[in-house]
């Protein structure tokens, strides 16, 4: 399992859907680079994709009876399902979490790119986060991130942008942490890396004017 393929599955772990004889994933306007990315790689794999406009975004539909079964065989598929049960039922796969720590970072690059961003609390710290229906999800991606050294939380909630099925989000613990999650993981898109570096490099400054530390 590479690394790029690994942030596939992350991505497609986040924002991928499955249908009959193909694989979907589906990116906002502002994602170009990251679709760029991944058509290029599985073109490795002899699949070009087609592209769907839709209002607001634009699926990447990879056409392929043997890819679907391969991603099948090595239980990288999501469950299938119109009323979100793909969602509700993703999980890291076994081949993810059996692998070092490098693969680990790269899924959790795609997933966090699919379904997070970086944002700042009522304090104006940085927060990198995630978002998920699926809880099994939400628990494994706290624990991968403790194991590559990012303390998290994960909070429930309930939001009508995901039906009657309650959100679980996680997020970093500390301005660290972010920092941490940045130099070890960090996002695939050039926007959303510069948002979060950007975010510390602010809150760090602010910390040594508080501090009255004087640079020569």
Wanted: net charge positive.
């Amino acid at each position: 399992l590479t690394e790029e393929f690994a942030e596939f599955l992350g991505y497609y772990t986040g924002d991928g859907f499955r249908g009959r004889r193909k694989i979907s994933v589906i990116f906002d306007y502002e994602s170009e680079d990251v679709a760029a990315k991944f058509a290029e790689l599985l073109s490795g794999y002899g699949m070009v994709p087609t592209r769907e406009e839709r209002p607001g975004c634009f699926v990447l539909n990879f056409f392929s009876r043997r890819f679907e079964r391969w991603m099948k065989l090595n239980g990288f598929l999501k469950p299938r399902g119109n009323r979100g049960e793909g969602a509700a039922g993703a999980k890291i796969p076994e081949a993810v979490l059996r692998s070092n720590s490098r693969v680990l970072a790269s899924f959790l690059r795609g997933l966090f790119e699919a379904d997070g961003g970086v944002s700042q609390n009522r304090l104006g710290t940085p927060v990198t986060s995630c978002s998920t229906v699926s809880p099994e999800l939400a628990k494994q991606v706290q624990v991968c991130l403790e194991a590559l050294g990012v303390r998290s939380t994960v909070d429930k909630k309930r939001s009508g942008t995901f039906g009657y099925r309650p959100v679980f989000c996680i997020r970093t613990f500390t301005v660290a942490d972010s920092e941490l999650y940045s130099e070890k993981i960090g996002f695939l898109s050039v926007r959303k890396q510069k948002n979060l570096v950007k975010m510390c490099e602010v809150i760090n400054r602010e910390s040594v004017r508080g501090l009255g530390v004087r640079h020569t």
